[in-house]
């Protein structure tokens, strides 16, 4: 409903569109206002226009296609309590869904075993960067 845009001196390149970003937005804005969500999908794909909703994280939750590809997992996170967190979306057809198999560490927690263990500080060389203040 708004064909002058496209002769708009402002939008009728990517350049100049990106130069009046916050002017087009606004115009956009009360376009957009105009219809719901879901009219707008509606008209977008018949157009056709690739479109989707912006979720939000109560969507993405309840939505029956990610739970049903196991996308959520639960942990017990110490100090939290039983928390939901995004699964491993890598999937194959002849293989077990990965699974999380402990929480994630606390801060710090794992900090001499990675100094020591992966970059071959020693236990003394750990105990002066503490004692400096470092860690």
Excluded at 107 to 133: A, F, M, N, P
């Amino acid at each position: 409903g708004r064909e002058d845009l496209s002769s708009d001196p402002r939008f009728v390149d990517n350049k100049t569109r990106c130069e009046h970003h916050p002017e087009m937005e606004k115009i956009l804005s009360e376009i957009f206002l105009k219809r719901s969500t879901t009219e707008w999908i509606e008209f977008l794909d018949r157009v056709p226009i690739p479109c989707t909703a912006i979720s939000t994280i109560a969507d993405v939750v309840k939505n029956p296609q990610l739970s049903a590809r196991n996308m959520f997992a639960h942990v017990d996170q110490p100090g939290m309590g039983d928390l939901m967190i995004a699964g491993n979306p890598i999937k194959m057809t002849d293989t077990e869904d990965p699974t999380i198999r402990r929480p994630a560490p606390s801060l710090g927690e794992q900090t001499d075993k990675v100094l020591i263990d992966l970059l071959g500080y020693t236990t003394d060389e750990v105990v002066s960067l503490r004692k400096s203040g470092v860690l």
